[in-house]
């Protein structure tokens, strides 16, 4: 079973940069979309963005212009380049797979949720 661990959060102050990595313990060649989410507590978990295997890069609009997503199969890695970031962006940041779905919404994803890193935005 691959595991997708996620790392790089941190402080940054309103407007600043971070990048965080997501690394997978086997080939992710083969995986369809490997996504970034983000959850503040107490909210459901929601999706930031989505690299497809295809090339194909999807955009959550609140991050649109803001954020990039790249992912490299060869080192096993997919990587959010997150910039002008805003308090709002303050969340635990989760990197996984979609790989069963009911209907539109997926059910079923490819790692077991990690603990995800904190990104925390200051104004």
């Known amino acids: 079973q691959v595991q997708l661990v996620e790392s790089g959060g941190g402080w940054v102050q309103a407007g600043g940069s971070l990048n965080l990595t997501c690394t997978a313990s086997?080939?992710?060649?083969?995986?369809?979309?490997i996504n970034w989410y983000r959850q503040v507590q107490g909210n459901q978990r929601e999706l930031v963005a989505s690299?497809?295997?295809?090339?194909?890069?999807i955009y959550a609009d609140f991050v649109k212009g803001r954020f990039t997503i790249s992912r490299d199969n060869a080192e096993k890695t997919v990587l959010l380049r997150m910039s002008n970031l805003r308090p709002e962006d303050t969340a635990v940041y989760y990197c996984?797979?979609?790989?069963?779905?009911?209907?539109?919404?997926?059910?079923?994803?490819?790692?077991?949720w990690g603990q995800g890193t904190q990104v925390t935005v200051s104004s």
């Open positions: 996984n797979a979609p790989a069963g779905w009911r209907g539109e919404k997926p059910v079923v994803f490819l790692s077991p």
């Open positions: 086997g080939r992710i060649v083969d995986v369809n979309s």
């Open positions: 690299a497809v295997k295809n090339g194909r890069t």
